[in-house]
């Protein structure tokens, strides 16, 4: 260890003369790429009971777009032509194939073709697209067969647009069903635009990791828009999902029990129509905009084996266990969910230390604007969650931030305000939910056990005393729904959960 602390300094000034330099040469620049990022340490809380090993690094080389042109393999796409200058790629019957390491840049349109990279598993390939557009009618404009590591970069400036059609033909033993296919590491980074439109199924799909940090993508899906089957990791770039019948952001990994999470620290995610919104074994999020809009849950977190299980929902049935594997840790960032199923899902444990996030959850009754198995713990963070009754939960006990849950006595129509002022008439949180709703949850790092705050939504007004660091009103144990009116009181078991969550 103290090797690596004598070390580290030594590396950064490194790092910093290469970056200094960095329009001095292209040979500069491609020295830099070598140097990897190791420094970054996860924020958020991490679940004790989970295997799911997080990984918030990013190498140099996802971050870095640039690439030396002098020594670059040049693509021209021209209708149903490709032409190739430099070495390590062919083309032939409108398939661009990559067989080595290397930087290619592609520019032009194809009418009926691909991009197919075939390089051994130790390769690095960089596919620079520099106004692209290609369509593919019977497979995956862009097909990672084998290397160690593709990079598409998005040239600054440009717009680039893949499609696909309702058919595909599978050529090997591979089952490719996305736009970008890959069976190795992915990286898309860049200043450039990517569109992209499906008619078969997914949008990107990486059998490893999917790593994001820059660009623009425009993705509308037929199936899942982000698809990792290792993780997906975004660090920036600004990104609008419409999927009609898959999820927004996406991975799970049946094979491999630390594998299978989504982590997202900055960038602009906007996904407008989607089963799930985002949807991982583990789910952190350390920052960035993020503004979900799905027909069944907006963060849900579940494991493979329980992909298409949902933790609400059972008609007032049997209720699920705690998968201890399973957690959403949101620690930074402005969050939006506007969800017909569950807002905040997880089929283990919630843990919330930073961040604002409001929540216009479900308006049916067997579905809870938050919803989990494990616990709920909140230490940090503003956040205002509004749904129906039927499902209510509160925040855990175990929390050391005040929160309520408040079921009011009649519902209120889409657009009425949610507000909380103190004593002296102060506004700590305000909301105005897309949705109606019944139910309220709320916590900040203003309110203060012991004291009062008066809720107030639409012509429904209520003081309510803080008489404990979870407090809530009606019924919240496993007899049933909780119940508005009666006054505000203690919540009625241990974590302070509703519906017919069993307790943990």
């Not at 290609?134 to 893949?162: G, Q, R």
């Not at 929902?313 to 399973?326: F, H, I, L, P, Y």
């Not at 006595?409 to 897309?434: N, R």
Request: proline fraction near 2%; hydrophobic fraction near 35%; glycine fraction near 14%.
């Amino acid at each position: 260890m103290k090797r690596l602390k004598f070390f580290a300094p030594f590396l950064l000034i490194i790092m910093v003369l290469f970056a200094g330099c960095s329009n001095a040469s292209n040979t500069t620049a491609a020295a830099a790429k070598a140097v990897t990022a190791t420094t970054a340490a996860l924020t958020a809380v991490v679940s004790p009971t989970s295997t799911i090993a997080v990984d918030p690094e990013f190498t140099d080389r996802d971050l870095d777009a640039t690439y030396d042109d002098s020594t670059a393999v040049k693509i021209t796409l021209d209708g149903s032509n490709i032409q190739v200058t430099g070495d390590g790629a062919t083309a032939s019957n409108g398939v661009l194939t990559i067989t080595k390491e290397g930087t290619y840049v592609v520019t032009g349109n194809l009418t009926d073709g691909q991009i197919v990279v075939a390089a051994a598993d130790t390769d690095k390939v960089q596919i620079v697209l520099n106004g692209v557009t290609i369509n593919c009618a019977d497979n995956a404009p862009i097909y990672v067969k084998s290397a160690d590591k593709v990079f598409v970069t998005l040239n600054k400036d440009t717009v680039n647009t893949l499609t696909d059609s309702a058919v595909y033909v599978q050529t090997d033993e591979n089952t490719v069903d996305a736009v970008i296919f890959s069976k190795t590491d992915l990286t898309i980074n860049g200043g450039g635009t990517l569109n992209i439109t499906t008619n078969y199924n997914h949008g990107i799909v990486s059998k490893d990791d999917l790593v994001i940090t820059g660009g623009t993508y425009n993705i509308t899906s037929a199936n899942d828009a982000l698809n990792g089957k290792n993780s997906v990791k975004i660090k920036d770039g600004t990104i609008t999902i419409t999927s009609s019948a898959g999820k927004g952001i996406t991975s799970k990994n049946a094979d491999d029990t630390t594998k299978g999470y989504v982590y997202i620290c900055g960038g602009t995610i906007t996904v407008k129509n989607s089963t799930e919104g985002i949807e991982g074994t583990a789910i952190v999020v350390e920052g960035g905009n993020i503004d979900l809009t799905s027909s069944d849950d907006g963060f849900n977190g579940a494991s493979a084996s329980a992909a298409e299980t949902d933790t609400g929902g059972k008609g007032g049935g049997g209720a699920m266990e705690n998968d201890a594997n399973v957690y959403l840790s949101i620690s930074a960032g402005t969050i939006h969910v506007n969800a017909s199923g569950d807002g905040l899902d997880s089929n283990g444990n919630i843990y919330i230390s930073g961040g604002t996030i409001n929540v216009s959850g479900p308006t049916n009754g067997g579905n809870g604007a938050l919803d989990y198995n494990g616990t709920a713990d909140i230490s940090g963070g503003t956040v205002v969650i509004a749904g129906s009754t039927g499902m209510a939960q509160s925040f855990s006990e175990s929390s050391t931030q005040a929160s309520l849950l408040y079921n009011l006595t009649s519902t209120c129509a889409a657009g009425t305000e949610i507000k909380l002022t103190d004593a002296s008439g102060k506004t700590v949180v305000s909301f105005t939910p897309d949705k109606t709703y019944q139910s309220v949850v709320i916590s900040s790092p203003e309110l203060v056990q012991g004291s009062t705050y008066t809720l107030t939504c639409g012509s429904q007004t209520v003081e309510i005393p803080l008489t404990a660091m979870v407090t809530s009103n009606g019924q919240t144990g496993m007899g049933g729904p909780g119940q508005g009116g009666g006054g505000p009181s203690q919540g009625g078991n241990p974590g302070g959960q509703g519906g017919t969550k069993p307790q943990q």
